[in-house]
């Protein structure tokens, strides 16, 4: 709601409104400075308010609705620096409560349409891409993803409040992803709480269930050993004791590194996900979600963060992405498809 002042014409008598002058971003800023604060490109602003159009339109008979470019460089803002909804209000010349509503509505509607950005690869085309650009790393053959879980800080929640608290000590989300050569997603989970185990998260997935049946059957993921290992996810040699089981953890450690790269990448451009949500459970997922959208169309048209260097992926991934206990055991067949890796690749390879 814009502040309004009630005044009183000296020669008329007649009250007037006066409203808070609203600052729109777009109208002012530079190409590059929308790219440093809001992290999308202007073009890509206006695409991102074309779909968000008829979900969040005020339909009022107030002169003074947010045009839906203002709610949706709201929400960006809060996206990319994670500051206190008053300080994104005052900087956009509207209210704490308008910066809230933005950002609610905003992420409900985007948060609807992450199958249309973050999509797994089905096509046999689409799966040779993937796997030779993973291959292009350490050459570690057949890889169609990697996969990993990631700690999201979040407020103290109202409801089942120990179901949050994670193995670090602190109320959280715990999200799986999948990330392709490139550092884009291609799943992920935003549901359970922070107590939650990494394995019990992909048994319980959808894309788990595919690889099961046999829908997804010529490739696999690469996981750490806290997954248990199977012929998806595939996981390194807790005790290696030839070359060759060396090179294939070297690779392994090397290739599945991606990952965290990628949750680097991503915490380090959408600061909201790296300091943390003050929202609740529910609200905290629909941000996940809209961030990790945004994430794969930042990285599809390769747009710059000035926020980020080669440092901050590293140092970020590495604050999250220590081992867990093994949640399973290994599975007979998923020793025999490893052994079978190690022996046709890495036995006789540099």
């Known amino acids: 709601m814009a502040l309004i002042l009630m005044l009183r014409e000296e020669n008329r008598g007649i009250p007037r409104r006066l409203f808070r002058d609203r600052q729109n971003p777009l109208d002012f ?3 590059q400075a929308i790219i440093k604060n809001y992290r999308l490109d202007r073009q890509s602003v206006f695409e991102l308010c074309e779909l968000l159009q008829n979900d969040i339109s005020r339909y009022t008979k107030r002169n003074m609705a947010l045009p839906v470019s203002l709610q949706t460089m709201i929400a960006l803002r809060y996206y990319a620096s994670g500051s206190y909804m008053s300080v994104i209000g005052d900087a956009h010349g509207v209210s704490k409560m308008a910066v809230s509503r933005a950002i609610r509505d905003v992420s409900m509607i985007l948060s609807r349409h992450a199958r249309s950005y973050i999509k797994f690869p089905l096509t046999d085309r689409e799966q040779v891409k993937v796997k030779q650009n993973f291959f292009n790393i350490r050459g570690f053959p057949n890889v169609l993803g990697a996969v990993d879980g990631s700690l999201i800080p979040i407020h103290t929640p109202s409801d089942e409040e120990h179901l949050y608290v994670c193995r670090k000590g602190f109320h959280s989300l715990n999200i799986q992803g999948i990330c ?3 550092f884009r997603f291609l799943n992920v989970v935003a549901k359970w709480p922070g107590s939650t185990h990494d394995s019990f998260i992909w048994n319980n997935c959808g894309l788990c269930n595919a690889f099961e049946t046999g829908q997804i059957c010529n490739g696999y993921l690469l996981g750490d050993s806290g997954y248990g290992l199977r ?8 005790t290696p004791v030839s070359p060759a089981d060396r090179r294939y953890n070297k690779a392994h450690r090397t290739t599945r590194c991606v990952i965290e790269r990628t949750f680097g990448i991503w915490k380090m451009r959408f600061r909201c996900i790296f300091k943390g949500l003050t929202l609740s459970p529910e609200r905290s997922i629909r941000v996940i979600m809209s961030t990790a959208i945004l994430h794969n169309i930042c990285m599809q048209k390769r747009l710059p963060c000035e926020d980020l260097d080669d440092d901050d992926g590293d140092d970020e991934a590495s604050q ?17 498809a490893r052994e079978n890796v190690i022996a046709t690749v890495f036995e006789h390879s540099e």
């Open 180 to 182: 392709d050569a490139d």
């Open 320 to 336: 999250d992405e220590d081992t867990q206990v093994q949640g399973q055991p290994d599975s007979a067949s998923g020793i025999a």
């Open 231 to 238: 012929p998806w996810p595939m996981t390194p040699k807790l």
């Open 29 to 31: 800023l530079s190409d």
